[in-house]
């Protein structure tokens, strides 16, 4: 059983920075990677980066030189540090623990809830 903790959301001007922050807790989160997804209005949920437990980054286009995700495995932890953000960046973004050592676009694992991030012009 995986729980899954996400915090940080919020209403942000735009260029504005938010981190999010998922913390996971359960059995056999070791070896899994952790990812970040967001779904914003009218399109299906996509793949924003995720973290291998051997601290390797992969990032979404959009996400790439804006955004830093971060581990820490001795509390199960991930960042997700969002900078010079854009009103399409608007929506939910989700914590994913992945069902394997990586992540993919679908995203097959254990979801959060979900934290609404809202970025004004």
């Known amino acids: 059983q995986v729980q899954l903790v996400e915090s940080g959301g919020g209403l942000v001007q735009a260029g504005g920075s938010l981190t999010l922050s998922c913390a996971a807790s359960g059995s056999d989160l070791s070896l899994r990677a952790i990812g970040w997804y967001r779904q914003v209005s009218g399109q299906q949920r996509e793949l924003v980066a995720y973290?291998?437990?051997?601290?390797?980054?992969f990032y979404s286009d959009f996400a790439k030189g804006r955004f830093a995700i971060s581990r820490n495995n001795a509390d199960n932890t991930v960042r997700l540090q969002m900078n010079s953000l854009r009103p399409e960046d608007t929506g939910a973004y989700f914590c994913?623990?992945?069902?394997?050592?990586?992540?993919?676009?679908?995203?097959?694992?254990?979801w959060g809830l979900g934290t609404q991030v809202t970025v004004s012009s």
């Open positions: 973290i291998t437990y051997g601290r390797t980054d």
């Open positions: 994913l623990v992945c069902s394997a050592y990586r992540c993919t676009a679908s995203g097959e694992g254990h």
